[in-house]
Each structure stands twice: as C-alpha cells, then as structure tokens.
C-alpha cells in the first residue's frame, strides 16, 4: 500500500469520485477532491486572497528588515514619543531638541503666548486754524503748525465706533509663556 499519498489521492487513482466525506460532487460544477461542499470558483477565489495576503505580509516584511536611515522613519514614532516624555518631565528638552534635530527626528511642539508690536495707520481729524490770503485758502495751501500732542489728543477725544485697519506691519515678537503641546 502507498503511504506517501492522501486518502484523496488513492482515490483519485482507483477511478473513485467519491469524496472523503461520503458525499458526490454537483455535476454540474467541478469540485477539487476532499472539498465537495465548495465549488471549484470559491476555492479559486479563496486561493487569489490568500496569494494577495501573502504577496502584502511579505512586502511588508521587506519593508520592516530594511535599515533605518532616517529619524523621521515611522518605525522610530514610539521611540521619540517616549524619549520626549523622559526629557520632558527630566528636564531635558534642549537636549531632546539638539538630538531630535541632528537625527532628523521630530521637533517638540510648544504651545506659546506673547506679545507682537504692531504699528497701525489710522487716519483722525486733527483741528487746525490759522489765518492765510483768500486765494490759498480756496486752494487749501494755508500754512499751519501740529504737534505729536495736537494728534494724541485728537486720537483720545475721537470716537471710532468702527475700526478698518488694513495697513499695518509688525515686528519682534516677546514669547511670555511656554508649555509642550505634546503632552499627554
């Protein structure tokens, strides 16, 4: 007797069609021996995502044996997280920031507060008199004298109910506060 085949095997070589199970195959579909209750397609079927499966976990696999060479890489996420953590409540972070920056890693997000000088064009009605000939005063060329304080107090009496303030520029900002954004 041959003990190296599979029952479905021997049975294929007899010339018996007669699965294992005891049942006969549908005519009408083809079945694969010792798996009658399955039409050759679902097994077909079956055999193509098992394929596609193994085709992913060994790409994957590949992509896992490769060598890190870069900080950034997303094998290397739980590793900053926790070394983040350690500087952090150590007391580190410079430290944590000069390595995370010379190995590419991420840099440490800070929530912050400050202060930003702006400088605004405002335009205000500033009262002015004096005495000119008629000519330059139908011209609008009379002569006139106003001081920074003549603007100032003019700013302080005026009532600006609405404010459009397109045209400014800013400069320098004074970081008062910091505190890490990433904790958790």
């Given at each position: 007797?041959?003990?190296?085949?599979?029952?479905?095997?021997?049975?294929?070589?007899?010339?018996?069609?007669?699965?294992?199970?005891?049942?006969?195959?549908?005519?009408?579909?083809?079945?694969?021996?010792?798996?009658?209750?399955?039409?050759?397609?679902?097994?077909?079927?079956?055999?193509?995502?098992?394929?596609?499966?193994?085709?992913?976990?060994?790409?994957?696999?590949?992509?896992?044996?490769?060598?890190?060479?870069?900080?950034?890489?997303?094998?290397?996420?739980?590793?900053?997280?926790?070394?983040?953590?350690?500087?952090?409540?150590?007391?580190?972070?410079?430290?944590?920031?000069?390595?995370?920056?010379?190995?590419?890693?991420?840099?440490r997000r800070l929530a912050w507060e400050g202060a930003v000088s702006a400088?605004?064009?405002?335009?205000?009605?500033?009262?002015?008199?004096?005495?000119?000939?008629?000519?330059?005063?139908?011209?609008?060329?009379?002569?006139?004298?106003?001081?920074?304080?003549?603007?100032?107090?003019?700013?302080?009496?005026?009532?600006?109910?609405?404010?459009?303030?397109?045209?400014?520029?800013?400069?320098?900002?004074?970081?008062?506060?910091?505190?890490?954004?990433?904790?958790?």
């Amino acid at each position: 007797m041959d003990t190296t085949s599979s029952p479905e095997d021997r049975n294929a070589d007899s010339g018996n069609t007669e699965t294992p199970t005891g049942a006969t195959p549908d005519a009408s579909e083809p079945t694969v021996l010792g798996y009658s209750h399955l039409m050759r397609s679902e097994l077909e079927e079956a055999l193509t995502r098992a394929t596609e499966h193994l085709t992913t976990a060994r790409a994957e696999m590949e992509r896992l044996r490769a060598p890190i060479a870069d900080g950034a890489d997303a094998r290397l996420v739980p590793f900053w997280d926790k070394a983040r953590r350690i500087a952090t409540s150590a007391g580190y972070c410079s430290e944590f920031d000069r390595i995370a920056s010379a190995l590419g890693g991420p840099q440490r997000r800070l929530a912050w507060e400050g202060a930003v000088s702006a400088t605004v064009t405002i335009s205000v009605d500033v009262p002015v008199a004096g005495i000119d000939g008629y000519q330059d005063v139908q011209d609008g060329d009379v002569n006139y004298e106003i001081t920074s304080w003549d603007v100032a107090e003019a700013i302080q009496e005026a009532t600006f109910s609405h404010w459009d303030v397109t045209d400014f520029e800013t400069s320098g900002v004074e970081i008062h506060h910091t505190e890490d954004a990433d904790e958790d």
